[in-house]
T-cell receptor, first 114, second 117 residues
Framework: AQKITQTQPGMFVQEKEAVTLDCTYD???????LFWYKQPSSGEMIFLIYQGSYDQQNATEGRYSLNFQKARKSANLVISASQLGDSAMYFCALGPPRGQNFVFGPGTRLSVLP | GAVVSQHPSRVICKSGTSVKIECRSL??????MFWYRQFPKQSLMLMATSNEGSKATYEQGVEKDKFLINHASLTLSTLTVTSAHPEDSSFYIC?????????????FGPGTRLTVL
């Protein structure tokens, strides 16, 4: 069975600082994808970044980067230069790259302090 | 990114009535859509997978007769909560799958907040 763990229920970060949100996963599939989503208070899920299990390099998208450590089964999200608008819930998800079964972690609430 | 709309965004109804929620992919065709339920301060819980032209696949513990799903076209899936009760009050989110270059992209609707009185 697939499982996603996010051990940080809540995180605080000072504006303009970098923050790392933890995500560990468990799967027996050799091919899988890891997704990060942001959910602001409005409720909409916003896609941030994707990492494939066979990708040689860590994914980056603007201020978002993924610290992918395959042997440790971790895919931590790094947000650089935090902004007040980054305050939201962040969910890590696991699923087959071409499949349809996504499993979401419990989420981490990030609060950016001015 | 692609756009998925969801309507209504908020609905309040009396106990015993049925409520229909629409999910539309506006700029791409989606053979697969998902319906999720989210309780306050919790993660998304997959309710069912909606496939165009076939019956929906429900997750364990989700009542098929309670939550009716119809995927009538490649751009529209509907979720009908039948005979709604207060315990059905929740945030319902749909998503649509689009095949990307190296992985399937999942685009979410803005969600529907259902309150059953």
């Amino acid at each position: 069975a697939q499982k996603i763990t996010q051990t940080q229920p809540g995180m605080f970060v000072q504006e303009k600082e970098a923050v790392t949100l933890d995500c560990t996963y468990d799967t027996s599939d050799p091919s899988y994808g890891l997704f990060w989503y942001k959910q602001p208070s409005s409720g909409e899920m916003i896609f941030l970044i994707y990492q494939g299990s066979y990708d040689q390099q860590n994914a980056t998208e603007g201020r978002y980067s993924l610290n992918f450590q395959k042997a440790r089964k971790s895919a931590n999200l790094v947000i650089s230069a935090s902004q007040l608008g980054d305050s939201a819930m962040y969910f890590c998800a696991l699923g087959p790259p071409r499949g349809q079964n996504f499993v979401f972690g419990p989420g981490t609430r990030l609060s950016v302090l001015p | 990114g692609a756009v998925v709309s969801q309507h209504p965004s908020r609905v309040i109804c009396k106990s015993g009535t049925s409520v229909k929620i629409e999910c539309r992919s506006l700029d791409f065709q989606a053979t697969t859509m998902f319906w999720y339920r989210q309780f306050p301060k919790q993660s998304l819980m997959l309710m069912a997978t909606s496939n165009e032209g076939s019956k929906a696949t429900y997750e364990q513990g989700v009542e098929k007769d309670k939550f009716l799903i119809n995927h009538a076209s490649l751009t529209l899936s509907t979720l009908t909560v039948t005979s709604a009760h207060p315990e059905d009050s929740s945030f319902y989110i749909c998503s649509a799958i689009r095949q990307g270059v190296s992985y399937n992209e999942q685009f979410f609707g803005p969600g529907t907040r259902l309150t059953v009185l």
